[in-house]
């Protein structure tokens, strides 16, 4: 968070009558952000502008709190032009100059070309101000740049050169009059000075700490994240300081405190000029929505007296007791893979966009052709994709057409080339034709303004092809889920290029699980290894509810004297051990840590990572956004035999043999990690007694139906 308490941003505007009272673009609009959010106003006048802003300054006086606002045109000129004006290279003389000069009435009239030209008078030569109405133009004040000569001053201010976007400040007319604008607005800002006294600092000229800071920002800097950001069709001004408002009300303290000192004591600065990745960060925490309400305490709690649990109540206990976590933020479409959208997307455009060819051809009017041979005039052009025939193909005639043509006005069907003769002034086929043949109808795929993709829908590579399509930009998202891992156990060492003795092994979950998190869509967050002590478990939980917004551990999640993980969220947490009828698998350790829910996988890696595929994989899909997950399975022959007991549902690591029949891994002891490696899935044996012989129907889950691949 800054440390101003509320950050204004001010799109300018040079204009000489008011604007229009409905809201557009060229006019002045006012960014707001402050503790509860961004506001954004529109004022049809400077006057009206500055009556806003001396209203926002006098309240925020009165509370003492403290204002950044910041303006978008230069707070001064290229070197030598204050020294011209005034005898002196301060920038602030030259604001009490334009000041005494300018004479801006509450109805925007004003009188800025005659004082640039009296300005201009005040150099040699030519200029270096220009630009004007033609009725304005005289000597002092040429209409054109290229009429400027001798004036001696640079073009641009230092920060300026090479700087997408910005104009000279010595132009005054036609697109980015930037010289206008200075020139309406440093008076105004010269009367705030006048106004607040030593209660303004206008940086970097000045330096002393003030309520009211004010700052010269260059919206364009981050224009890309603008237009991300941008709702839809909103007023890009709007966006604009909408967005950059609440991008340096973001900003940590002491970042937008230095960004606001940086720069030239004469030629002034644009603040963040060089730290426009800071400014997009910001920006994009900015956007995000609320927090969604945190987990209640029992959302892990199991009734009373259960023993065993079926591993169908498990999932249904988890399922009704967790809900999203991930707040929402607004991302480019073309950055969205693998994100969960936050809300439903409507189609901006339909798709096509308008009736087009399907294949390479002739267009013609149905109604013109009958049954038979047919022989039609070709009018002069083409259609083709990107290169529309502009004029009517009138009726009986036929005009040339390629895949993905608009069809011209006069067109409905489309003979394939392949079934055509053709010279350069007639086209021959054979009838009769389909009418509307080889056509695509206006959105006969999706029509604008239907729904595109619903919220909750995981992005992948065909979503981001239809959104684009549908001429929507940017989405509203979940944040990416963090799950951190945490290893404990004394006997693991934490990397295998560690030497480890031989009563020690190396950490085999935590890679697992980290990209296990990864490849679901979230942010992996390692949390490390940590030996079996509470209060080093105990820290590294601490940490994990900060980093992350679910937390998964391994080993020791027993009830044994050894099982730290479970003692600790007992005693500390609001644990709930469940005792999970399932297969290999031992009690899973749910409980919530500072607010963060912790799942406390066995140590076993077999173990480990079925309880992670059957029971973390659906909870944090739907915490994540994504609602809940059933993995699907299909079934098939075994190839295997198996006396199983009832009591337990059982995953065993399985594959498929070449004729489709499951097979599964010789030994089914749970520390066999290779058998994991070896099997491309799991076979899912019921909780109740069955017989298997080879050829006995059995469910197979594909590792890819877990999302593991
Ligand atoms: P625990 O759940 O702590 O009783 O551990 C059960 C078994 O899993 C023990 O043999 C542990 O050594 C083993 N184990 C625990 N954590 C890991 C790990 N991160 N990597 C490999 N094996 C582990
Ligand atoms: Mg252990």
Request: with cysteine; glycine share 18%.
């Given at each position: 968070m800054s440390g101003f308490d509320l950050c204004i941003v001010v799109d300018w505007s040079a204009r000489s009558t008011p604007s229009r009272?409905?809201?557009?673009?060229?006019s002045i609009w006012i960014g707001l952000a402050d503790g509860d959010g961004v506001a954004c106003h529109y004022r049809r006048t400077r006057t009206a502008a500055m009556e806003l802003l001396t209203s926002l300054f006098d309240k925020a006086m009165a509370r003492n709190q403290r204002v950044l606002a910041g303006f978008d045109f230069p707070f001064a000129y290229p070197q030598g032009f204050a020294r011209a004006v005034?005898?002196?290279?301060?920038p602030l003389a030259l604001w009490q100059a334009l000041a005494d000069r300018i004479e801006d009435a509450p109805?925007?009239?004003?009188n800025r070309f005659a004082v640039a030209a009296d300005l201009n008078r005040l150099?040699?030569?030519?200029?270096?101000f220009y630009g004007c109405p033609a009725a304005e133009e005289t000597h002092d004040l040429?209409?054109?740049?290229?009429?400027?000569?001798?004036?001696?001053?640079?073009?641009?201010?230092g920060c300026e050169t090479?700087?997408?976007?910005a104009q000279p400040c010595w132009k005054l007319y036609t697109t980015g009059s930037v010289g206008s604008q200075a020139l309406l607005g440093i008076p105004r800002l010269q009367a705030l000075r006048d106004r607040y006294g030593e209660a303004v600092a206008v940086r970097p000229f000045e330096q002393r700490d003030a309520p009211i800071t004010l700052v010269e920002l260059f919206p364009s800097l981050i224009a890309d994240t603008v237009a991300a950001l941008a709702?839809?069709?909103?007023?890009k001004d709007r966006a604009q300081v909408r967005v950059l408002a609440g991008a340096l009300k973001a900003l940590p303290e002491e970042t937008l405190d230095a960004m606001t000192r940086?720069?030239?004591?004469?030629?002034g600065w644009i603040l963040g000029l060089g730290h426009e990745g800071k400014l997009t960060d910001a920006a994009m925490r900015a956007s995000d929505g609320p927090a969604p309400p945190s987990l209640r305490n029992d959302c892990f709690a199991m009734p009373r007296g259960i023993d065993w649990v079926p591993v169908d109540d498990a999932l249904a206990r988890l399922r009704s007791g967790l809900h999203v976590v991930t707040a929402t933020q607004r991302i480019p479409t073309a950055q969205a893979a693998g994100r969960i959208l936050a809300a439903d997307t409507v189609a901006?455009?339909?798709?096509?966009?308008r009736p087009n060819s399907a294949v390479d051809g002739y267009g013609f009017a149905h109604d013109a052709i009958g049954d038979g041979p047919q022989r039609l005039p070709l009018v002069e052009g083409r259609a083709a994709a990107g290169q529309p025939f502009t004029g009517t193909v009138p009726a009986g005639h036929a005009v040339r057409i390629l895949t993905g043509a608009i069809l011209p006005d006069g067109v409905d069907t489309v003979v394939l080339e392949e079934d055509t003769a053709s010279d350069a002034r007639y086209v021959a086929f054979h009838g009769p034709l389909?009418?509307?043949?080889?056509t695509r109808k206006a959105g006969e795929d999706v029509v604008e303004g239907a729904p595109a993709l619903p919220a909750g829908h995981r992005l992948r590579a065909p979503d981001l092809a239809l959104l684009s399509a549908l001429g929507i930009g940017t989405v509203a998202v979940h944040r990416r889920l963090r799950v951190g891992v945490l290893s404990t156990g004394?006997?693991?060492?934490?990397?295998?290029d560690q030497p480890a003795a031989p009563h020690q092994i190396y950490d085999a979950n935590r890679p697992m699980l980290l990209s296990l998190a990864d490849g679901w869509g979230y942010e992996p967050v390692d949390l490390g290894h940590a030996r079996d002590d509470p209060e080093t478990i105990a820290a590294r939980l601490d940490h994990g509810a900060q980093v992350a917004d679910v937390i998964l551990t391994s080993g020791?999640?027993?009830?044994?004297?050894?099982?730290?993980v479970s003692a600790l969220l007992r005693s500390r947490g609001t644990l709930s051990s469940w005792r999970i009828a399932?297969?290999?698998?031992?009690p899973l350790a749910l409980a919530l840590w500072n607010g963060a829910p912790v799942f406390?996988?066995?140590?076993n890696p077999v173990a480990a990572l079925v309880c992670a595929l059957i029971f973390a994989r659906p909870a944090f899909s739907l915490m994540s956004g994504a609602g809940w997950t059933v993995p699907q399975g299909f079934t098939v022959p075994a190839a295997f035999t198996k006396n199983k007991k009832p009591g337990r549902r059982e995953y065993l690591r399985a594959r498929l043999t070449d004729d489709g029949a499951a097979e599964v891994f010789a030994?089914?002891?749970?520390?066999?990690?290779s058998g994991l490696s070896w099997a491309t899935g799991l076979v899912e044996l019921p909780d109740e007694a069955v017989q298997v012989a080879p050829g006995t129907p059995v469910r197979f889950i594909p590792y890819a139906s877990f999302g593991l691949t």
């Open positions: 009272a409905r809201e557009t673009a060229d005034c005898g002196t290279d301060d109805d925007n009239a004003n150099l040699p030569g030519t200029g270096p040429p209409a054109r740049g290229t009429l400027r000569e001798g004036h001696g001053l640079p073009e641009r201010r090479g700087l997408r976007g709702e839809p069709d909103e007023i940086e720069g030239d004591p004469v030629e901006r455009r339909s798709n096509p966009p389909k009418r509307g043949a080889n004394d006997e693991i060492v934490a990397t295998p020791g999640a027993s009830a044994g004297d050894e099982d730290h399932l297969k290999p698998g031992r406390g996988l066995p140590g030994s089914e002891g749970s520390g066999r990690i």
